[in-house]
């Protein structure tokens, strides 16, 4: 047998092998030899193998739009920070699952969803209700920090609370710092266009 061995990760979301997603996926080989293939690159050794076509994020904002306004009044929740959430996600794919089983445009774990009461992770609107329902529980368990919350949304709100800080992840901090960087580009945008989201609102 040759030493020159390749072994092929198993954990390929099976979205990957859809006809119908169009997503970037990337990849990385560990120490072991072993690829690891994904559509969402949670660690910073993947990097990009296939350049798959798809909508801008303009136009998956427009197409959710009136749904994010429909969590934001309901959960009380700001609508550019769901998008930030999404956007560091999913990257607005609907269809996105992480090698850890997160599944859907707000990654929701399997228990999570069924916690917040989501039959169908998949179905964008049970997916953002469900995500912003959990993102409010955790913004009012600490006390609207922001931070901590996304910090939460990530890893769990218990470990936040044991070092009451961002916890020293790396993963879960560069997390944080990309949503907050999204949030704040989401802010800008409407600011700087006060209409913009009444015109990126799908017509009814």
Known sequence: MSPYRLIVSVAI??????????ADIYRF????????FTNIPSDPRYRLYIKTG??????YIKKYESIIHKAA??????????????????AFDPNAISESGAQGLMQLMPTTADD????????????????????????????????????????????????????PIPQTRRFVERVMRYYMEF????????NYEQESRPNK
Do not use: C
């Open 13 to 22: 979301p099976l979205v990957l092998l859809s006809s119908h997603v169009k």
């Open 54 to 59: 798809g909508m801008k994020a303009k136009q």
């Open 187 to 194: 802010r800008k945008r409407a600011a700087k266009r006060p």
């Open 116 to 167: 917040m009461r989501v039959n169908n992770p998949f179905d964008p609107e049970e997916n953002i209700l469900g995500g912003t329902r959990y993102l409010s529980l955790l913004l009012k368990r600490f006390k609207q920090d922001k931070r901590l919350a996304i910090a939460a949304y990530n890893v769990g709100a218990k470990i936040v609370e044991k070092h009451n800080s961002v916890p």
């Open 73 to 90: 009044e309901q959960f009380d929740v700001e609508p550019h920070l769901i998008k930030a959430i999404m956007k560091a996600e999913s």
């Open 29 to 36: 080989k560990d120490k072991n030899g072993v690829w690891h």
